[in-house]
């Protein structure tokens, strides 16, 4: 299997929250990232969260990390049509020069 | 600050001919950059890691001839695609260690190759 995973699609009603998923394999995992992509676009980091850290918070991204469980998930409250993209999971480890390796990506679409 | 450029944006080339992509670090200076290239509905995959002044390293299964990074400054980083075939067409994308060497990468906005 994939070291990274993440499920291929996601769609949600604007105005409601989305939760993406992700698993990883490396339980050395340092950091953890999640990455948007437009259509078109290069990968934008929106957050990361140290691998000590259960969850992080930012304006209305909440990151969530189960450690035993190798599970990271990326909340979005009140989505909008503007976040329809891309979403990229990424973990680092030490012993991997803290290179990323990404998941598949999760396209997130929007609907009025 | 952090923003990393990469030109051309788009480009359409013959098969047979080369292309050159480039990859700037605009307000600071990388000592480390990679470039990764993205399949539709994939994820990306690292080509290589390129190190100032030095050759770059290239994963397994990426054919160092083929595809010739430079590193040449420490704002400056070239991929050059020789003797381009269809099946190079692809999304490049160059990402730049962030300041003073920290872990965090910033990403390029992408080079979308198209070879006929």
Same mark, same amino acid.
């Given at each position: /299997?994939?070291?990274?995973?993440?499920?291929?699609?996601?769609? %949600?009603?604007?105005?409601?929250?989305? %939760? !993406?998923?992700? *698993?990883?394999?490396?339980?050395?995992?340092?950091?953890?990232?999640?990455? #948007?992509?437009?259509? /078109?676009?290069?990968?934008?980091?929106?957050?990361? !969260?140290?691998?000590?850290?259960?969850? #992080?918070? =930012?304006?209305?991204?909440? %990151?969530?990390?189960? #450690?035993? =469980? #190798?599970?990271?998930?990326?909340?979005?409250?009140?989505?909008?049509? /503007?976040?329809?993209? !891309?979403?990229?999971?990424?973990? *680092?480890?030490?012993? /991997?020069?803290?290179?990323?390796?990404?998941?598949?990506? *999760?396209?997130?679409? %929007?609907?009025? | 600050?952090?923003?990393?450029?990469?030109?051309?944006?788009?480009?359409?080339? +013959?098969?047979?001919?080369?292309? +050159?992509? @480039?990859?700037?670090?605009?307000?600071?200076?990388?000592?480390?950059?990679?470039?990764?290239?993205? &399949?539709?509905?994939?994820?990306?995959?690292?080509?290589?890691?390129?190190?100032?002044?030095?050759?770059?390293?290239?994963?397994?299964?990426? @054919? +160092?001839? +083929?595809?010739?990074?430079?590193?040449?400054? $420490?704002? $400056?980083?070239?991929?050059?695609?020789?003797?381009?075939?269809?099946?190079?067409?692809?999304?490049?994308?160059?990402?730049?260690?962030?300041?003073?060497?920290?872990?965090?990468? &910033?990403?390029?906005?992408?080079?979308?190759?198209?070879?006929?």
């Amino acid at each position: /299997g994939e070291d990274v995973e993440q499920s291929l699609f996601l769609s %949600v009603r604007e105005g409601d929250s989305s %939760v !993406i998923n992700c *698993t990883y394999t490396d339980s050395s995992s340092t950091y953890l990232y999640w990455y #948007k992509q437009e259509p /078109g676009a290069g990968l934008q980091l929106l957050t990361y !969260i140290f691998s000590n850290m259960d969850m #992080k918070q =930012d304006q209305r991204l909440t %990151v969530l990390l189960n #450690k035993k =469980d #190798k599970h990271l998930s990326l909340r979005i409250a009140d989505t909008q049509t /503007g976040d329809s993209a !891309i979403y990229f999971c990424a973990e *680092t480890t030490s012993g /991997g020069s803290y290179i990323p390796t990404f998941g598949r990506g *999760t396209s997130l679409i %929007v609907h009025p | 600050g952090a923003v990393v450029s990469q030109h051309p944006s788009r480009v359409i080339c +013959k098969s047979g001919t080369s292309v +050159k992509i @480039e990859c700037r670090s605009l307000d600071f200076q990388a000592t480390t950059m990679f470039w990764y290239r993205q &399949f539709p509905k994939k994820s990306l995959m690292l080509m290589a890691t390129s190190n100032e002044g030095s050759k770059a390293t290239y994963e397994q299964g990426v @054919e +160092k001839d +083929k595809f010739l990074i430079n590193h040449a400054s $420490l704002t $400056l980083s070239t991929l050059t695609v020789t003797s381009a075939h269809p099946e190079d067409s692809s999304f490049y994308i160059c990402s730049a260690r962030g300041p003073a060497g920290g872990v965090e990468q &910033f990403f390029g906005p992408g080079t979308r190759l198209t070879v006929l």
